[in-house]
């Protein structure tokens, strides 16, 4: 049923993609020459000291895999019938889920080995929302779980 816990911690899973999508992921300041890095899931952007853009590149691949991870939570709500589909869309979801976080991980450290950071920049609250969001596919993984054995117990004692 649609109104069981695990609805609202896939509800959860989107919305926190909808951050990711929505906000930054990750900021590097005071290079060697005061500029600043910012990456967001659309786009990795060079500011200088006055705030000008210098150089934007794209890293689209971030934001297509934060909206199918929204997406996925998404139909994975209505997946109730099958609690085994659901399963299955939640585990794919977490792949999806790590596979952003490596790349969010692999794109911010190779930036800081181009431009020889001292310190690795920060992480913002669009990165550690994608972490939010895994715990909580994690907790609704638990609770589908828990319906399932539920339902066989019942079966058995029929």
């Known amino acids: 049923m649609i109104q069981r816990i695990q609805t609202i911690f896939l509800f959860f899973v989107a919305v926190a993609m909808g951050v990711t999508i929505g906000t930054q992921l ?3 300041s005071g ?6 890095w910012n990456l967001t ?15 934007t ?7 297509a895999l934060a909206a199918f991870a929204g997406l996925l939570a998404m139909i994975s709500i209505f997946q109730y ?9 939640n ?5 999806v889920m ?3 976080v490596a790349a969010t991980f692999l794109t911010t450290n190779g930036i800081n080995s181009s431009i020889q950071a001292q310190d690795g920049g920060s992480y913002e609250v669009g990165f550690w929302s994608i972490l939010v969001a895994m715990v909580m596919n994690m907790l609704a993984n638990r609770f589908i ?8 117990s019942v079966d058995r004692i029929r």
């Not at 585990?91 to 792949?95: E, T, V, Y």
């Not at 779980?145 to 066989?152: F, G, I, N, Q, W």
Request: aromatic content about 8%; overall charge positive; glycine content about 8%.
């Open 26 to 28: 990750w900021n590097q």
């Open 31 to 36: 290079g060697t020459s005061g500029d600043t």
């Open 41 to 55: 899931v659309f786009t990795l952007t060079n500011f200088d000291a006055n705030g000008d853009a210098i150089q």
């Open 57 to 63: 590149s794209s890293k689209w691949y971030l934001g």
């Open 81 to 89: 019938r099958t609690r085994s589909r659901q399963m299955l869309l």
């Open 91 to 95: 585990m794919i979801n977490s792949l």
């Open 98 to 100: 790590v596979s952003l």
């Open 145 to 152: 779980k828990k319906d399932e054995a539920l339902v066989r």
